[in-house]
């Protein structure tokens, strides 16, 4: 697939988690509002754009369209992509950590089926890709949390959780008060 390179932007003051394991969700209000969920993998961010964003519940299965590779210094973006650029909208870390691949990760995502536990600071436990059937140009997977201690069913953690893990602001507020 071809990748688009994402927009040279300015970094947050934000700490980067630890080189060569770390993840970031961003929570992305551009077109429509998506949470896009990026794995540091072989010196760049795999990506996927997941609309209705993580779930807790193992039973709720989240499309995540693959989206292009980002650079590893855009884990750290917490602002305003500007109009007229790619990604226009305002973006907040919304989660941050560090990601374990349960086995060989460049096997599994050559199978199409990606396991992982996640150590962030609103997720962690076990998480599964699975690539779904091709359904036009881009790559379609799933999201989904494993079952597991981390797991939970009544727990609504957008709705509980929507701040940044950076700033605490929310992706509106960022969206109203710009960089500040």
Do not use: C
């Not at 390179?5 to 209000?29: Q, W």
């Not at 209705?52 to 193992?58: K, N, Q």
């Not at 226009?88 to 995502?109: I, K, S």
């Amino acid at each position: 697939m071809a990748r688009r390179a994402a927009p040279k932007l300015a970094k947050s003051p934000a700490a980067p988690a630890r080189a060569g394991n770390s993840f970031v969700i961003h929570k992305h209000a551009a077109r429509r509002l998506h949470y896009d969920v990026r794995l540091e993998l072989d010196g760049v961010l795999l990506s996927w754009s997941v609309p209705r964003g993580p779930s807790l519940s193992p039973a709720d299965r989240r499309l995540a369209v693959r989206t292009e590779d980002h650079p590893l210094d855009y884990a750290a973006f917490e602002g305003i992509i500007p109009q007229g650029e790619y990604g226009a909208g305002a973006v907040a870390v919304w989660d941050r950590g560090t990601w374990t691949p349960d086995g060989d990760a460049h096997a599994m995502m050559k199978k199409g089926r990606l396991t992982f536990t996640l150590h962030g600071e609103k997720l962690s436990g076990r998480w599964h890709l699975v690539k779904t059937r091709p359904q036009g140009t881009q790559e379609s997977w799933l999201l989904f949390k494993g079952r597991d201690e981390a797991a939970d069913d009544d727990v609504d953690i957008l709705d509980e959780r929507p701040e940044s893990v950076i700033t605490g602001r929310t992706v509106e507020e960022i969206a109203a008060r710009g960089h500040r």
